[in-house]
């Protein structure tokens, strides 16, 4: 079994005391390369935990290699950040490997990875529902990370260990059905391999042209995205006439709006969002994407972040990165007008939700209070003698494409409070 690996560099080996990685450091000892290893004891089998760990020590004694290893609170860890086991020990591993990559001034991470586990990968993400990218499998490399024996299976590897009296440790847990890896490894690819019996053959070709594809595919989409998104600040435009010619339409924009946190369900949503009103929006824990006139515009959801924001009729308080607006609802009777710059005070039922506050840009006009004609704000930031630096600091409330207010300047004459005004919106500017 060759790596083809460089002798002067520096590599960390991930060891878990299975047959996999021990096979991986018999392959390096033989080789001559420089390596250290690391391990985890995600402490999750009690003593078997224990005694692997003393297990890969032994070995690297025994060898004289250096030895790093780190017991986790896996458990803990997983509950309090809502993941399952199994991505919470990956979280956990990747996070220390790559530490003492750093910490050591190692090169490379070194990981057992073989053929049999690329299978199992593809064929979790195409049950799962993944895109291409998810089919191509486990990369050889990437980053500062490479795994050497994704040419060999699983049969070679035992192989291998047989052939060279190699002792490694039996995780017990593998042979459980807890995990859906699991139930692929032990119940569902013997079945295919009975039906099939060049099944692995198969999906390892498979794999690499899965990956070919996929790099015809990506620079494809790159081609799009530099086309259709548009950064303005911290948010993303996308041209609504634009993108609604483009085919498959589903595909590209999925692949757009993916990595901000946006599934294919999501991506739908999306697409009527192209036929709907102005201020129509859709949203996941972080992104929200919002139809305003002819864009979609992708943004954070931290107001601080963004430049273009939501207001609903729900919000009291938001805070951008230049000032905070505190917003509140009065009844006519208990209200007195007053003369105040940082004070908008409107007509309630004028308004449409949900508003939005964004930058000004070049082209907005709005009715001065106090006018019938319509002005550019351009025309009006020149007669208040705002300078081209604060100009680009002001910012515009609008209800259903029509400017409200112009923060911290002069209201709309189309939303100002007349003597049947019932409900008065105030949105107060603090600097």
């Excluded at 996999?20 to 690391?38: E, R």
């Excluded at 910490?103 to 064929?123: G, K, P, R, S």
């Excluded at 599934?263 to 994407?289: A, K, M, P, V």
């Excluded at 939700?353 to 082209?363: A, N, T």
Aim: aromatic fraction near 10%; charged fraction near 30%.
């Amino acid at each position: 079994m060759k790596l083809g690996l460089r002798k002067e560099q520096k590599y960390l080996l991930a060891v878990s005391g299975g047959i996999d990685s021990m096979v991986l450091c018999d392959l390096f000892v033989k080789n001559n390369l420089s390596f250290s290893v690391a391990h985890c004891n995600f402490q999750l089998r009690g003593e078997e935990s224990k005694q692997d760990e003393a297990f890969v020590a032994d070995w690297c004694k025994q060898h004289e290699i250096p030895f790093y290893a780190k017991r986790f609170d896996t458990k803990t860890y997983a509950e309090a950040n809502k993941l399952s086991i199994q991505v919470a020990a990956r979280n956990l591993r990747y996070a220390f490997f790559y530490e003492t990559l750093k910490t050591e001034a190692l090169d490379t991470l070194v990981t057992a990875h073989h053929q049999d586990d690329a299978i199992e990968t593809t064929l979790f993400h195409f049950f799962r529902g993944s895109g291409i990218a998810g089919l191509k499998g486990i990369p050889a490399e990437i980053n500062q990370t490479i795994r050497p024996l994704l040419n060999f299976n699983k049969e070679e590897i035992i192989a291998y260990a047989t052939t060279h009296h190699i002792a490694y440790r039996e995780d017990s847990s593998n042979l459980k059905q807890d995990y859906t890896r699991n139930k692929l490894r032990n119940s569902i690819i013997p079945q295919l391999e009975e039906l099939f019996p060049q099944f692995k053959n198969n999906i390892a070709e498979n794999i690499k042209r899965f990956e070919e594809a996929n790099e015809v595919y990506t620079q494809q989409i790159e081609t799009y995205r530099k086309k259709l998104i548009e950064k303005r600040g911290s948010d993303y435009y996308i041209p609504i006439l634009k993108l609604i010619h483009v085919k498959p339409i589903l595909t590209v924009l999925f692949e757009l709006i993916k990595p901000y946190g946006f599934n294919i369900s999501q991506t739908r949503q999306t697409i009527l969002l192209l036929h709907s009103e102005s201020g129509h929006f859709i949203e996941n824990d972080r992104y929200r994407i919002l139809k305003n006139r002819d864009f979609l515009i992708l943004s954070e959801k931290d107001t601080k972040a963004s430049e273009i924001i939501l207001i609903e009729n729900n919000t009291h308080q938001l805070t951008t990165a230049h000032f905070e607006l505190r917003i509140s609802s009065i009844a006519k009777e208990s209200f007195h007008l007053q003369k105040d710059h940082c004070l908008c005070q409107i007509d309630e039922s004028l308004l449409e939700y949900p508003l939005i506050l964004r930058k000004y840009r070049v082209g907005d006009y709005m009715y001065p209070l106090g006018m019938k004609k319509k002005k550019k704000i351009a025309r009006i930031l020149i007669d208040q003698k705002v300078s081209a630096v604060d100009k680009e600091k002001i910012w515009v409330v609008e209800s259903n494409k029509k400017i409200v207010w112009l923060v911290g300047i002069r209201i709309d004459e189309r939303f100002k409070v007349v003597p049947n005004t019932q409900q008065i919106k105030i949105l107060q500017l603090k600097k």
